[in-house]
Nanobody, 123 residues
Framework: QVQIAESGGGSVQPGESLTLSCTVS?????MGWFRQAPGKEREMVAV????????QYGSFVQDRFTISRDIVGRTLALQMNNLKPEDTAMYYC???????????????????WGQGTQVTVSS
């Protein structure tokens, strides 16, 4: 059973930064961050592919966030800069056992999920 542990959420003011981290108990294929705000569907924030480190970002990111993965492939980070109130959501780390890159933006493609970490951006 793959286990995922997340950390790094919190409350910040608009324009500030946060870094989210997660660690998986074993190597997986694609990994990523998704978020879900109340009443909204879960959406991709950023995903990363093993090997070449290719990435995909949600259109709302607009160069504010950076996803990275350590060389061993078990730790994932999301550096979030210039946070906005609309970034407020529960953020989830996800991983899958087999990655189809063309569908990696879909939350349904992921087998394993963390418990989520809350990010609140408010003045």
């Amino acid at each position: 059973q793959v286990q995922i542990a997340e950390s790094g959420g919190g409350s910040v003011q608009p324009g500030e930064s946060l870094t989210l981290s997660c660690t998986v108990s074993t190597y997986t294929a694609c990994m990523g961050w998704f978020r879900q705000a109340p009443g909204k569907e879960r959406e991709m924030v950023a995903v990363i592919r093993p090997g070449d480190g290719a990435t995909q970002y949600g259109s709302f990111v607009q160069d504010r966030f950076t996803i990275s993965r350590d060389i061993v492939g078990r730790t994932l980070a999301l550096q979030m800069n210039n946070l906005k109130p609309e970034d407020t959501a529960m953020y989830y780390c996800a991983a899958n056992g087999a990655c189809v890159w063309a569908s990696a933006f879909k939350y349904q493609s992921y087998d394993y999920w963390g418990q989520g970490t809350q990010v609140t951006v408010s003045s």
